[in-house]
């Protein structure tokens, strides 16, 4: 089954910190962006941080130098360590595949956790 399975959510107060984790599963060998989005009730879902197999990360400016984006490119996870919570960073936290390959030489193009809800208390 070729899924995304996202742990780590739940109910923290402000200024707190949580750690998201994602992992794909055994039949995804290689996976080019990596990265995490939300959707806050009422809103467009949103870039948070992603990325890339060489390292390169790319965070929303909402979230720079309170989040921070690792990746472990030999299991394809990668967490999302935030800091400094504000009540506007409640949201259903999704984790993002882009260029995935499969063991069967499968490819999507995008794949999608299911999501997991932070939600920051004032």
């Known amino acids: 089954q070729v899924q995304l399975v996202e742990s780590g959510g739940g109910l923290v107060q402000t200024g707190g910190s949580l750690r998201l984790s994602c992992a794909a599963s055994r039949s995804i060998t290689r996976i080019t962006v990596m990265g995490w989005y939300r959707q806050a009730p009422g809103k467009q879902r949103e870039l948070v941080a992603a990325?890339?197999?060489?390292?390169?990360?790319n965070y929303a400016d909402s979230v720079k130098c309170r989040f921070t984006i690792f990746r472990e490119n030999a299991k394809n996870t990668v967490e999302l360590q935030m800091n400094s919570l504000k009540p506007e960073d409640t949201a259903v936290y999704y984790c993002?595949?882009?260029?995935?390959?499969?063991?069967?030489?499968?490819?999507?193009?995008?794949?999608w956790g299911q999501g997991t809800l932070v939600t920051v208390s004032s």
């Open positions: 993002n595949a882009r260029g995935v390959v499969t063991t069967s030489s499968f490819r999507y193009q995008e794949l």
């Open positions: 990325i890339t197999g060489g390292g390169s990360p």
